[in-house]
DNA sequence: GAAAGGTTAAACTAAATGGTTAAAAAAATG
DNA sequence: CATTTTTTTAACCATTTAGTTTAACCTTTC
């Protein structure tokens, strides 16, 4: 479900693989150690060889979670496309990314809502390591304004926006179907193709008809 | 904190309110009745007293939340305005509603992930008895499309883009803050009330310029 | 002021769970 | 084969926590 970590032995990356998927099933509280072995097929016993507690398991998957979650959003930054080229590979990446690993958002926004310690951590680490240079998305997004490719605006709320769109749907699956749709006749496949190109056209063009297209 | 619930007789009420504050602040799991006790200025006998099990009483204030959060979005679809009245009106109240109840999104997302057999339980329950007509906003879409004020496009897509616009950055925040903001010069009254108007405007005029205003 | 019900304190039970331990068994290694 | 490392088993400890119980105390009400 989830790409593969850094391997290290057989059994090492067995245990991290079970954790990830029981931690992001069940949150940090709800994840049992008992159930990660279980779900490694190995016992109690051994998880403990190999990780010393649950906070450091816990803490390592986090941080990789977290890294697996925007190193790739982030190194498009890198490349020389025009702003509708940006926005639009970075609703298909994300949403992409988004789908194959529906429970990741969720998992780490958990943790947040929790007191989150070590999320903030991770975090810092991360920023101010300099592997996450979340400054070049809003230079990207001032340089679409100075070349006059896009309206003039606080380049956060353009990412907040474009975040909060592609995320949406993801995050809130169950109570989004629960209330809107029909689950005979919905086809989940389809209904994420067409968020992408929903999510660009609405940022894009805006729902107020142009009298100019 | 968060409005009052129905009120019964004073100890309950007090009893309800330190259970919602507690559970939103430390989850499901997180939340020990103890704790509900001490913030409520009891002891844990009488809160037994009151409210048999812990699942009765996080039940309970989860149903209360849910409808707390919605009915009022809900009934502004009754009123008769143009579409971009609505979409306006929707954003700046759900956006207030955030601000002063930042926690209970997450909240509610967080038992969600955690299998959530109680919020679908509630949900369907809501849906079922007709208390939540979802299939209204649906249809305000749909009229502001026939009607040619916006243009058309499925309108499950746009209801997901407006709510994950307004929901991102109170989900998101303290994740948000670290990642993209200096904090010291950072206003956060400010910002939100900025974000009302970017949504709005991104949303009606889109990214692109316009040629024709 | 007596009865009823609300409230407290404190000790208790039972279950879940993180973590440990020690000894044996199995597998790998040289 | 001898040694080391990995893995299992199974019992065990300590802690947390939901929930109970009992006896006493306070407050209201008739």
Not at 72 to 91: A, H, K, M, Q, W
Request: proline content about 3%.
């Amino acid at each position: 479900m989830v790409k593969k970590m850094i391997h290290t032995s057989d059994k090492e990356q067995l245990i991290l693989q079970a954790a990830m998927d029981v931690f992001i099933e069940k949150g940090r509280h709800g994840a049992k150690m008992q159930e990660i072995a279980d779900h490694a097929g190995i016992n109690k016993a051994l998880l403990h060889y190999y990780y010393r507690s649950k906070e450091k398991l816990y803490s390592k998957i986090f941080e990789f979670l977290i890294w697996h979650n925007m190193s790739d959003l982030l190194s498009l930054l890198d490349s020389d496309l025009s702003f509708p080229e940006y926005l639009r590979t970075f609703i298909w990446n994300y949403t992409d990314l988004l789908k194959e690993n529906p429970k990741i958002p969720l998992f780490i926004l958990k943790e947040l809502s929790e007191g989150g310690d070590t999320v903030q951590t991770v975090l810092k680490n991360l920023v101010e390591s300099g592997k996450f240079d979340t400054s070049k998305a809003l230079k990207v997004i001032q340089r679409g304004m100075d070349q006059g490719e896009i309206v003039r605006m606080d380049p956060l709320q353009v990412v907040a926006t474009i975040v909060g769109s592609c995320l949406f749907y993801f995050i809130s699956e169950p109570i989004f179907k629960t209330l809107f749709v029909d689950e005979a006749s919905f086809d989940r496949e389809r209904f994420i193709q067409e968020r992408k190109e929903s999510i660009y056209q609405l940022l894009s063009y805006g729902l107020i008809p142009r009298g100019d297209q």
